[in-house]
């Protein structure tokens, strides 16, 4: 009798493993049709903006459609523009007026030749007035000088300023050197009423501008050139400065799957289905000659996964929350499609009850056979429906992470307090490059992480709203730098200074008050224009240190004293 119940055993476990690798199989065929589509090179590296990011959209659309998903609200598309790049156009002027009596005589610069707008200018602004030799432009009265003292009233001028800084400019180690950057000299000038900037050769050493207008630069209401020649003001002598800089966008596109099971709350499972192009934004870490980014880890693998929980998270262990599925665009410069989503309020926010992002899936490592699950800590939720995780640590080991922040779509979620998770299966040599094609995915691994995707889906499922809890965050690139103030720049923010998208909990800026959306303008003795200034900076100081740190909230300028 044993050995007959030990037969039916050995059967029926036979048979449960048949049933499980037939599963396996046909999901790996789904995966594997999904990323080799989206990962072809007639895909073109689905840049953000092109025609191949809408086919993109379009195939999720129908996939979406096939797994029994219907449009949210009749939306299936949400469209946004991507400004593709700047150029100054014809219409710029930069026009010399000398006026003697009733006669005006005008000398013309002629554009790319003599003069050019730079990446901080206006879009298109146009100032007629009297122009001021400003000699460099520093202000650094800590340091005994400021190119301002003596001038009198220049409010409404046209500030004429010099490249570099007095002395020796070759010198890398001179305190001056945060003040001559051309941020530094714009904010100073700014504060000095300028209404149009001219920059002009000075100290020999000192770097030129070049003429490319960056495509994301922030801009000034206000004209600010570069003039390839020496000048000084002369009596009765106005400048006129018109710049007219041509931006064309292309449309991105969200698409959105739903599954109305009738409930309060909605959950959100995402992926982004962008990547480089041909590096045309320049965020490639190859440098090679051009070359398609077919980005098959990144991240057609995780729009792949995403469709396969489309088709998988549906009967009664899900019944308890809607399902929204949105592949985003515009991730790679900036997480634009899931900012302007939620900006957009098409779905109440106090109606999302968490969203999980996917974001490289592909590539789980045979060795270390680990999957990363980052923003745990953002829900003490996470926590129990991790305990009741099913999983064999021989076959998929689980690391987590309790921050709510990456650089990815979930970081926009987190940062409008709502629950997150980040399913991820590692960095590679691949990330990036050329070389993050389809015949390198693990199916295997993606199969094994889905299984812990819907786990956790799961067990979840009779929690209700599940409650927010913001975390003690990493900060991107923390260990480049001898101290830290805990906050996430807004790399989507173009206006002056560099707007807060996030504050780690118990950090400097946290202690010091300073809140999100706020918006750096000086730290220390070096303004702030950028996310690169503010970086350079920080390099500067020491722990222990208290700084004075400037801002604006809500326009009303503000000032607060920051220990490092």
Aim: net charge positive; charged share 20%.
């Amino acid at each position: 009798m044993k050995l007959k119940y030990s037969i039916i055993a050995l059967l029926y476990s036979l048979c449960n493993f048949a049933n499980a690798q037939k599963l396996e199989s046909e999901i790996v065929k789904n995966l594997k049709t999904d990323i080799t589509y989206l990962s072809t090179d007639a895909m073109q590296g689905r840049l953000a903006g092109s025609p191949e990011d809408k086919l993109a959209a379009e195939y999720i659309a129908d996939q979406f459609k096939k797994a029994g998903l219907t449009p949210y609200n009749g939306l299936a598309f949400q469209t946004f523009d991507i400004v593709q790049f700047r150029i100054a156009t014809s219409k710029s002027k930069f026009e010399f007026h000398f006026k003697n009596g009733d006669s005006s005589d005008v000398t013309k610069l002629t554009l790319f030749k003599e003069y050019f707008p730079l990446n901080e200018s206006g879009m298109n602004d146009s100032i007629f007035a009297l122009p001021v030799h400003c000699g460099f432009g520093i202000d650094a009265p800590s340091l005994g000088l400021n190119s301002y003292t003596g001038l009198g009233d220049i409010k409404g001028k046209i500030f004429i300023i010099s490249l570099g800084f007095p002395g020796d400019d070759t010198a890398k180690k001179s305190p001056l050197i945060p003040f001559a950057e051309i941020s530094a000299k714009i904010q100073a000038a700014i504060a000095h009423g300028a209404a149009g900037i001219v920059f002009t050769p000075g100290s020999p050493m000192a770097e030129k501008p070049k003429g490319e207008l960056q495509r994301n630069a922030k801009t000034y209401p206000m004209p600010i050139v570069y003039m390839d020649k020496i000048f000084y003001p002369l009596n009765n002598m106005y400048v006129k400065m018109v710049t007219s800089v041509g931006a064309p966008t292309n449309k991105a596109y969200n698409v959105f799957g739903y599954r109305n099971n009738h409930k309060k709350n909605t959950v959100i499972i995402c992926a982004h289905h962008d990547h480089l192009g041909h590096n045309e934004f320049n965020n490639s870490l190859y440098s090679g000659p051009e070359a398609i980014h077919n980005g098959a880890d990144d991240n057609a693998s995780g729009v792949a996964a995403m469709l396969q929980l489309a088709k998988n998270l549906k009967g009664k262990k899900y019944k308890k929350n809607n399902y929204l599925f949105i592949g985003f665009s515009g991730e790679e410069l900036g997480l634009l499609g899931s900012k302007f989503f939620l900006q957009q309020n098409i779905i109440s926010k106090n109606k999302i009850n968490y969203a999980i992002n996917i974001d490289m899936l592909g590539r789980l490592d045979s060795q270390s056979k680990t999957l990363v699950i980052s923003g745990t800590g953002t829900s003490p939720v996470w926590h129990k429906s991790l305990s009741k995780i099913k999983n064999d640590s021989n076959i998929l080991r689980i690391v987590t992470s309790a921050s709510g922040l990456g650089p990815s779509d979930h970081a926009s979620f987190y940062l409008d307090s709502i629950p997150v998770l980040h399913f991820f299966s590692g960095q590679h040599s691949d990330y990036h490059k050329p070389s993050d094609d389809e015949n390198k995915i693990n199916y295997h691994g993606i199969y094994l992480s889905l299984n812990i995707i819907q786990q956790m889906v799961s067990n979840t499922n009779k929690s209700g709203k599940i409650k927010f809890t913001k975390t003690k965050d990493v900060q991107p690139g923390r260990k480049s730098f001898k101290v830290t103030m805990g906050v996430m720049p807004d790399y989507t923010y173009t206006g002056a200074g560099m707007r807060l998208d996030g504050i780690s909990d118990g950090k400097p800026a946290m202690k010091a008050g300073l809140q999100r959306g706020d918006i750096l303008t000086k730290i220390g003795n070096y303004p702030v224009n950028s996310v690169q200034d503010y970086m350079k900076a920080l390099q500067t100081f020491d722990k222990g240190m208290t700084i004075q740190v400037q801002y604006t909230r809500n326009g009303e300028n503000k000032t607060v004293e920051v220990l490092l």
